[in-house]
């Protein structure tokens, strides 16, 4: 079972007035109807008690229209409850000028005649009018200060008072001539009405004074609220049992009696019901109890916690805005500010890359958690943080970031100096393979120059004396030499692709148009159509992303089926952190066990006197697209085309020495 908070007990009681204002409105409204229509029992409605006057109805319509604007915050609401306080007021002060003074103003007779009353005619009774004047009254100075509110509190009390007294005067069906004149004349449903009505009004002072004892959220005001309808009813409840019993008792049985059973009959039921409330008080300390070991548990652990962390972390904590609230003992070693220095200032401001920032927001505001490295600035130069940020909300309402960070520029010097001697000994290695590569192919190329220099030299010499096997054996071994040749200045070529590492903004449509233009002579011999989609600009190697596309271009334009016009579809699609280009063929098609084959450097599927080249084409652009850190595959159907895609990262980083 949860506690109602503040915020609901305060909106329950305005509608509890909202719906004792209607009440009374509809009562009032009944019994002046009643009048009009001469109808008696909705007038008294105990045969020959008290009568509701006509007037009095009218007051409660008044009363009941200042209930319902009572809680507005309009100038209309103001107006309304002003008028009617007023005119209830009027009413209260001309009945008590009536009753003081001996005179009559003849207000009581301006609706309706009272032929009906048999106590007193034509005029409410003097504590009608007194409950009338101080539940205006009350009213019109309510919404000045504290002061005015608490003795309008004590005038709606006083009304509950006179209002309760009634109704147990009827309760205890005492006799109109036994009652004060006060009450004399005060109708059971007059009384009905007054209580409701002065507590509903009372209720809404429940920040101050008696209200507040009453509605607060404190074990004193929860017991007061179990305590008083006990101590108010029992007593009433008891007086018309024994009221009945001695009335109606058959035995001549002393009134001295009565008031001893009373008594005795009270005492017991006070005690037992104590008891009761002492049981459950008895359990809810133990529960409090647990609670409350279970907290110092808590807060002990929380203790060492937070010991442990300021030990070992930097702790911060921000406000909603982002200001420095404070700072511990190890933020302020690291950075070299005080921790009075530092307070109030904008935390982005150490920042040495504010763009961060709109991350760690979003972040928050998705997940109420950022979390990540950060290079900050402090008065001791730059240094690097892992960060946790977690978002807390107070007991106000109001929201607090609670920053851990740990140190970790060592660690990020150590990474960069690693880096940069991975860097430096890969460089070392690629200039040391470039070497080895320049001197293999240099004398790899010395003999098969030789070779074709020598069967140069044999068919010059021998010339007619060459037969025809002899011919096309010395031929066979010229192709095989230039084929050898290629083969080793393609290995040359791929061995270079990414020497000149400088990186450039390239737009990739424009590339595309040159790509074409430099191809149009092989695109118009093979009737191809060239089909490019937007494509996006990014940092790239530019000539190496040009033979990327070249050389897949080319390729598609080669592989065409015997009798089909080649037609080539090249997009691109934007995906989180790159770009997946596509370039798609409808050409022979390539089998699935055959698909990462083709992309191995000198690996040929095809027959050379069906399709010529050296096989290197597809495993230059791997290495060119593995350069740029993306992937490059493949999907296929022999006899329905291909499909090459490949990925560019949308962000590239030059790496010097």
Known sequence: MTETTSEERVNQLQRFLVYSSIFTILVATTVLFGWII??????????????????????????????????????????????????????????????LFGISLNLDTLIVEDSYSTITRNRMSPATALCFGLGSIGTLIYYKNNARIRLAQYMWLLITLA??????????????????????????????????????????????????????????SKITRQLLPFTILLPVFLSYLFFYLSVNSTINIPSSFWVIINTISLILLSIVYICIMAVGLNKSAKTQQKLQNTLKSSNRTLRAFKKAIDKTSLVTELDANGEIL???????????????????????????????????????????????????????????????????????????????????????????????QFITKLQQKNQELEQFLYIASHDLQEPLRSIRSMLQILKMELGDKLTESTTEFMDLMEGSADRMSDLVKGLMDYARLGNKKELANINLNQLMIEVKADLKSLTDNNRATVNVANLPTLDVHPVETRLLFQNLLSNAIKFKKPDTAPIIDISATEQEGFWQFKVQDNGIGIKKEHQKKIFIIFQRLNKRDEYEGTGIGLAHCMKIVSLHGGELWVESEPGEGSTFYFTLPKKQFNVTK
């Not at 946790?388 to 309402?397: D, L």
Request: hydrophobic fraction near 40%; proline fraction near 2%; charged fraction near 20%.
């Open 326 to 420: 404070t700072v511990n003992n190890n933020f302020s070693k690291l950075t070299g500010f005080k921790k009075q220095e530092i307070k109030g200032k904008k935390y982005n401001s150490l920042l040495l890359n504010d763009r961060i920032t709109g991350a760690i927001l979003k972040s928050l505001k998705s997940y109420g958690l950022w979390e990540g490295e950060i290079q900050r600035k402090g008065k001791k130069g730059k240094h690097w943080v892992y960060s946790t940020i977690i978002e807390h909300e107070e007991s106000n309402g109001n929201s607090k970031y609670l920053m851990v960070e740990q140190d970790i520029s060592e660690r990020k010097e150590t990474e960069k100096l690693k880096d940069v």
């Open 38 to 99: 001469g109808y008696e029992p909705i007038l008294s409605l105990i045969p020959g008690a008290a009568t509701m006057k006509a007037n009095t109805a009218s007051g409660f319509i008044l009363l009941g229209i200042t209930g319902l604007f009572f809680n507005g915050t309009s100038n209309i609401s103001k107006i309304a409850i002003k008028v009617a306080a007023s005119l209830v007021a009027l009413i209260a002060l001309s009945t008590l000028s009536e009753y």
């Open 163 to 220: 209002a309760f007294i009634s109704i147990v005067t009827y309760i205890l069906n005492i006799p109109a001539t036994q009652k004060t004149e006060l009450f004399s004349s005060m109708a059971i449903h007059t009384s009905i009405l007054f209580l409701v009505m002065s507590l509903a009004l009372f209720f809404q002072t429940s920040s101050l004074g008696l209200a507040a004892l009453i509605m607060g959220p404190l074990p004193g």
